[in-house]
């Protein structure tokens, strides 16, 4: 039996859980409420958060997994990439856990551990899959040919697309983060509506900076004519601005799936908890015969029981980081 305690705390969420062979336990979530006013997460507030949060939340995840700390063979935290800060909180929470239980270190790729948050479901994707990791940082399309073996096919240039999200939201006057905000009023509107640019990017590469451009051109044009035209016209809006970043990603991952042959195909990280995402994914994946994945919605935006699966995974590999391990907030795929 091998049980893993896993930490996350690379962004605004302070995130535990606890892993028994690869069967989430616990995942208890911390979300840090204190950035809303400012309209996008603030690094040096979120590393205070983290300091208040993570003793309650290590506290819980252990109490609500039934284990006892000394049933703990490995301790397993996220790395990098993310914020610095937050990330020093997590990393030398786990440090000190490590040396205290005497137990060995588990170093952990927030993004890879993303991608293996596919894995935590009973119906697992066989290897190698193609993983479309869409998040508030980052916009990848990776191959995975084993639990420790990724490679990133395709990434964005610029924004992220869960950026791309909050930044149309923030220019429709939605608060921090809009993505569930579009999610939630495109489901009322009509996604044809508006026809929003499209990017000529080569290869499996993303753009999204001319998409928010084009929506800030589009609003400052109508509502000069209509002032009241956001408010009028908020679903529709959001239903094309979804459309638009739904059909730019799956455009992609498509062509990646052509392109390597693979037909196990998985979506990652906040942005698919977007049920336009969701839904077309399927769709997608069923009109070409391809196996479709998505983790469950609580694995899909931050949280610990990726990393513990991930840790898990490493622990079968004997991956293990000893203590002189540092935080850094840009990583490498190794
Ligand atoms: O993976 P994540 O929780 O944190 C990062 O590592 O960045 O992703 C957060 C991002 C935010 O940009 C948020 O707006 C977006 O995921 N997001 C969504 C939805 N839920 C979260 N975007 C669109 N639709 C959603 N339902
Ligand atoms: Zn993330």
Redesign the pocket.
């Given at each position: 039996m091998i049980t893993i305690f896993a930490i996350e705390s690379?962004?605004d969420?302070t995130s535990a859980a606890v892993c028994r062979d690869g069967k989430i336990l616990s995942n208890f979530i911390a979300n840090q409420k204190v950035h809303e006013k400012y309209g996008g997460v603030v690094p040096e507030l979120a590393s205070r958060a983290h300091m208040q949060n993570i003793v309650p939340v290590v506290d819980i995840a252990i109490k609500q997994s039934g284990i006892q700390l000394q049933d703990i063979d490995a301790i397993a935290f996220t790395q990098a990439p993310g914020l610095i800060g937050s990330l020093l909180v997590g990393s030398q929470f786990a440090k000190s856990l490590s040396l205290s239980l005497d137990k060995p270190l588990i170093a952990v790729h927030?993004m890879q551990a993303?991608v293996l948050a596919n894995l935590i479901a009973d119906e697992k994707p066989s290897f190698p899959f193609l993983c479309l990791t869409v998040?508030?940082?980052?916009t990848q399309i990776v191959l995975a040919r084993s639990a420790g073996e990724m490679e990133v096919i395709g990434e964005t240039l610029d924004d992220?697309a869960?950026?791309a999200?909050?930044k149309s939201a923030k220019l429709l006057g939605l608060p921090y983060?809009?993505?569930?905000l579009?999610?939630k009023y495109a489901q009322e509107g009509n996604p044809k509506r508006f026809v929003f640019a499209e990017p000529q990017i080569e290869r499996l590469d993303f753009s999204f900076s001319g998409l928010k451009t084009s929506i800030l051109y589009f609003l400052q044009k109508e509502t000069k004519a209509d002032t009241e035209f956001i408010q009028k016209n908020l679903f529709d809006i959001c239903a094309s601005i979804q459309y638009r970043i739904v059909n730019i990603l799956l455009k992609k991952l498509k062509r990646a799936a052509l392109q390597t042959g693979i037909k196990e195909l998985c979506i990652a990280?906040?942005?698919s908890?977007?049920?336009g995402l969701r839904k077309s994914f399927k769709e997608m994946c069923d009109q070409n015969n391809w196996k479709a994945f998505i983790p469950p919605f609580e694995y899909?935006?931050?949280n610990a029981a990726m990393i513990a699966i991930t840790g898990y995974y490493k622990y079968l590999a004997g991956d293990f980081a000893d203590l002189s391990v540092s935080a850094s907030a840009r990583a490498a795929w190794k």
């Open positions: 690379s962004c969420e927030h993303h998040s508030g940082g980052h992220a869960g950026e999200f909050d983060p809009g993505g569930p579009i999610d990280g906040g942005v908890a977007n049920s899909c935006t931050d």
